[in-house]
């Protein structure tokens, strides 16, 4: 049973549903109009060239921009820990409000809290999409996934590449 202290806890209303809501009202743009539109990327580390990447997919016009030398000096190649994913494998009473609220603590409470609700609540399917494109997980012997507790978070949601 989940702590009910917790449960109280969990935002019920704007800021659990402003991504959907968001997603709910924008406007759509037509796949004709895409091609017209330039969007400009600034940075190439995961967040840039995934963004980058999307939108070309859909059919904008992307400049994407990088200050480095290369691209491989972004933070996103130094990452090595792994992903988090409130997927609760361990059974550990992982959720995604637990993943929400670790990640708004580390983040020293100054992370925009709708957008750290939506990355824990996608969090799950990050992982299984990861999977799909091959990449290499550390497994138990069973061929589980395996996880890790990292980051000095109580349970145990990190999956990652074993060294
Ligand atoms: C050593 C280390 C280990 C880490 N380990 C982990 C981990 O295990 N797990 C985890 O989840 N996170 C980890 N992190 C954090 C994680 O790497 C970052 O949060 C994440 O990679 C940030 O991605 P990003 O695309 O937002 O930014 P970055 O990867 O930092 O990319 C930003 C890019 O923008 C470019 N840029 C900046 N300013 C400009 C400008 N004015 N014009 C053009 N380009 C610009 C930069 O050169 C860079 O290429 C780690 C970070 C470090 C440094």
């Known amino acids: 049973m989940s702590d009910p202290k917790l449960i109280s806890k969990i935002p019920d209303g704007p800021l659990a549903e402003k991504w959907s809501k968001r997603k709910a009202e924008i406007r759509i743009v037509s796949p004709n109009n895409k091609r017209k539109l330039e969007v400009i990327v600034v940075g190439t580390g995961l967040g840039g060239a995934s963004a980058a990447a999307s939108l070309g997919e859909l059919g904008y016009n992307v400049k994407i921009f990088c200050i480095s030398d290369s691209p491989r000096r972004a933070h996103s190649i130094a990452a090595q820990g792994g992903i988090n994913a409130a997927k609760n494998y361990q059974n550990d009473n ?25 990355l824990a609540e996608v969090s799950a399917a990050i992982i299984d999409q990861c999977v799909a494109q091959g990449v290499p997980f550390a497994r138990e012997y069973g061929g589980y996934l395996a996880n890790r507790s990292f980051g000095g978070v109580q349970v145990s949601r990190t999956f990652y590449a074993r060294g």
């Open 94 to 118: 992982d959720s995604i409000y637990r993943l929400f609220y670790d990640t708004i603590k580390g983040g020293d409470y100054r992370s925009r809290e709708a957008n750290v609700y939506r």
